[in-house]
């Protein structure tokens, strides 16, 4: 075992990990969507690029306690929302996704309300891109105010 060796190993994974990582890359270009499939089981077991990997660990602990907080805070009555619910999973999964999908505007009081009502109707993926979509509609052409944060 030499330098030479582990510099060859080095280069090696550098390059495979680009190779990963421009897979990934071109499945949610064209994908956009984590939907169970063949492909996506073989891009799972070649393994997943840092980058995605911390997503939820690019959440200030802040944002995440305060998600925390207000969703059990939300609609508490609710059968989909009571204490130890799917729901509540659901609606926390969905307002980090926002969180990190729009690190402009992160997470907001009383976005929980709307990703709530919109969980009810709809399953967690089309609730996320509901959000998305209400946010980045052109309304009126006047950028709309969510918390202090223009968007």
């Known amino acids: 075992y ?10 090696n994974l550098e390059k495979y990990k ?3 990582e421009r897979r990934w890359q071109l499945y949610f270009t064209f994908k956009r969507d984590i939907k169970k499939s063949y492909y996506l089981k073989s891009l799972i077991r070649k393994g997943i690029p840092d980058k ?3 997503l939820n660990s690019e959440l200030e602990s802040k944002v995440l306690s305060q998600i925390d907080l207000d ?4 609609f508490p009555h609710n059968k989909n929302y009571r204490l ?3 729901g509540l999973v ?3 999964n969905v307002l980090r996704a926002f969180a990190v999908y729009k690190p402009k505007i992160n997470y907001c ?3 929980n309300f709307i990703a709530a009502i919109t969980l009810i109707f709809l399953k967690e993926e089309l609730a996320f891109w509901s959000i998305v979509q209400l946010i980045d509609s052109d309304y009126s052409h006047e950028k709309i105010n969510i918390s ?3 968007i």
């Open 90 to 92: 659901q609606l926390k």
């Open 148 to 150: 202090g944060k223009d």
């Open 84 to 86: 130890n619910s799917p």
């Open 18 to 20: 680009k190779k990963i």
């Open 71 to 74: 969703i059990i805070r939300t």
């Open 109 to 111: 009081q009383s976005m």
């Open 52 to 54: 995605l990997r911390c």
């Open 2 to 11: 030499t330098q030479e060796n582990n510099d060859d190993n080095k280069r």
